[in-house]
């Protein structure tokens, strides 16, 4: 990657992050987060349900304040940059707009920013031949499959240029063979623009085949327990799953998830609902 | 992938389709009429009064004359009269002597409730969209008001409409506002549903672009609530009708439906048809204004899945 890497585009000093207010019992969903990422970095975190991964993406994309430490995203205040639109969003699900065709539905970022019709029209074009969805502009989402769907949600997301990608678990809901095509597409596509990417995933081998690295978190508090180096060569393609290299880092990370206690009731879903929802009642509010 | 999506076409954009679609329900619609008068006339064959056909002199075991096996009170013919005198009585003069058919009288009277109900519809409508968006961007005034909302509802509109009418005077004012107090509910209701009924994540997705509460309401909240607005001005629109018909009398109207309804209910003993021609006047005006509202709901949710149904 070329561009400045002497300053970095997130940094996290001292994070925590208490949800409950009232009579609630409170609930500290992050305890001292120290994190930097640089630019055009692709970093994974990685965690059990209920580790605050998802919130820690909110905190740094200003959906969620944080309840203490500092957040700077692209040298800046994070809700400063949020207002600045330093970054993109892609969820679990893609937050498609039923009543937008997929063209449509790309151009809304660009609308709420006010850019001119010709400049929107010509964005969205090309950020559909990046996805590779150029054919699809007049459909509807309810015609798409799960995997175009979300590929529509990150043309969306990378429609305004942003310095930073935050990804919340975009390719969970879909098949084990959609979410490897989708895992080389992300990173033909963060290759092609050279954005940062922050990337929420409870797969470890999706994290280890996409990052440069691997944020490891333990639940309860949620803290980050272990930062691993992937070293794999780029690019990266069918044979590094194949590779020693790869299957040694799978078993690292699986190691310090177990080592954070976070193999036990790894698929135990509920938790992370249950935080997720918080999440999302806590940002509705804010 | 180019197959997933052709596997999931809209099938009511398919011409084919939606043609043989048309003509199946103009055969259900036939097929319902054609029931309706069955039973209806069936009822009076077997329970109501003796009947000869025109012209026919009366006579022992003469074919022209049935006489029904059973006498039923609701089957005579001053409580269910024979269809095809209803659609007589359209054909001929409304009144004596009057060279307009009841058919082109109802027609006029008709379309001048219409007009008021129309106009009560509008601006309920605006009245219910206005209010909903106050309660849902403030719960304050959500848990103040929607009480009253609710029982304003509970007042019977025959109540309340000498009011209204003694109020804002007998003309067609105090119409339009019993037409807009009728209608303006099921929009509030459904409207505050649908206003919330977005997607947190959405509403999180224009948090990060840092949209305006304006852009937020403009681009998500209306356009995710259209189909509950939709659904509320379909109520709204028979709703406004009755409103319309109600205040007509309240307000001493004599062009509209109310009027002809009221005058032919004074002489239903001497012409009983008249007052079913009325109803059937009533009926229809109210199924022409629910099309139309159907009709804008299909234009405007076009390309949305679900959007044929309902």
């Known amino acids: 990657m070329t561009g400045p890497d002497q300053q970095p585009i997130v940094r996290l000093s001292a994070v925590d992050k208490v949800f409950g207010r009232g009579g609630q019992p409170a609930t500290t969903a992050l305890e001292g987060i120290d994190l930097e990422i640089r630019r055009g970095e692709f970093v994974s975190l990685i965690g059990p349900s209920g580790c605050g991964k998802s919130t820690l993406l909110r905190v740094i994309g200003d959906l969620v304040p944080a309840t203490r430490g500092d957040v700077v995203v692209n040298g800046k205040p994070a809700a400063k940059a949020r207002r600045d639109r330093d970054y993109g969003i892609v969820f679990q699900a893609p937050v498609l707009f039923e009543w937008r065709s997929v063209e449509d539905n790309v151009k809304l970022p660009l609308e709420i920013l006010g850019r001119p019709p010709a400049e929107r029209a010509k964005r969205a074009r090309e950020m559909l031949q990046l996805v590779e969805l150029a054919d699809f502009t007049r459909h509807y989402p309810y015609q798409l499959s799960g995997g175009m769907q979300q590929r529509v949600a990150i043309a969306r997301a990378l429609s305004i240029e942003p310095a930073l990608l935050l990804m919340d678990e975009p390719f969970g809901a879909l098949d084990e063979m959609t979410r490897e095509r989708m895992n080389s597409e992300v990173l033909r596509i963060w290759e092609r623009t050279g954005t940062t990417i922050v990337f929420v995933t409870h797969s470890i081998p999706e994290a280890v085949f996409l990052s440069s690295r691997v944020v490891v978190m333990s639940a309860r508090p949620g803290r980050i327990t272990k930062v691993i180096d992937i070293d794999l060569p780029r690019p990266r393609d069918l044979e590094t799953r194949e590779s020693r290299r790869y299957f040694e880092l799978v078993t690292e990370v699986r190691e310090a998830l177990r080592a954070g206690g976070g193999l036990e009731g790894d698929d135990a879903d509920g938790g992370g609902v249950a935080s997720e929802e918080r999440t999302l009642a806590e940002g509705a509010v804010g | ?310």
Not at chain 2, 40 to 56: D, N
Not at chain 2, 177 to 198: C, H, Q
Not at chain 2, 277 to 293: D, E
């Open chain 2, 1 to 310: 992938m180019a197959t997933a999506a052709a596997a999931r076409p809209s099938i009511a954009r398919e011409p084919a389709t939606a043609g043989r679609g048309v003509g199946r329900t103009a055969l259900i619609y036939l097929g319902v009429l054609v029931a309706i008068f069955v039973i209806w006339e069936g009822v009076k064959f077997l329970g109501g009064v003796p009947w000869r056909m025109p012209g026919a002199l009366p006579g022992p075991n003469n074919p022209a004359i049935w006489n029904p096996p059973f006498r039923w009170d609701f089957a005579n013919d001053l409580r269910l009269p024979h269809i095809w005198n209803i659609l007589i009585a359209l054909g001929q003069p409304f009144q004596r002597g009057a060279d307009e058919t009841l058919a082109q009288y109802l027609f006029g009277a008709a379309l001048y409730t219409w007009r008021e109900a129309a106009i009560g519809f509008a601006l309920g409508a605006l009245l219910g969209l206005v209010l909903a968006t106050t309660f849902v961007h403030s719960r304050l005034l959500e848990r103040a008001f929607v009480p009253y909302v609710i029982a304003s509802q509970t007042v019977p509109i025959i109540a309340l409409a000498p009011m209204i009418a003694f109020a804002f005077g007998q003309n067609v004012l105090a119409v339009v506002i019993i037409a807009t107090y009728l209608t303006f509910f099921p929009v509030t209701i459904a409207m505050i549903r649908g206003l919330r009924s977005v997607d947190p994540r959405a509403v999180e997705l224009m948090r990060s672009y840092a949209a305006s509460p304006l852009q937020v309401y403009l681009k998500v909240r209306l356009p995710a609530s259209l189909p509950y607005l939709f659904t509320a001005l379909k109520i709204s629109a028979t709703a406004s009708i009755v409103g319309a018909i109600i205040g007509e009398d309240a307000g001493s109207i004599d062009e509209g439906l109310g009027r002809v309804i009221t005058t032919f209910n004074q002489y239903y003993a001497t012409g009983p048809e008249k007052l079913w021609t009325a109803i059937l006047a009533a009926a229809l005006v109210g199924i022409a204004f629910y099309l139309v509202v159907r009709a804008a709901e299909l234009f405007v949710l076009r390309g949305r899945p679900g959007a044929a149904a309902g």
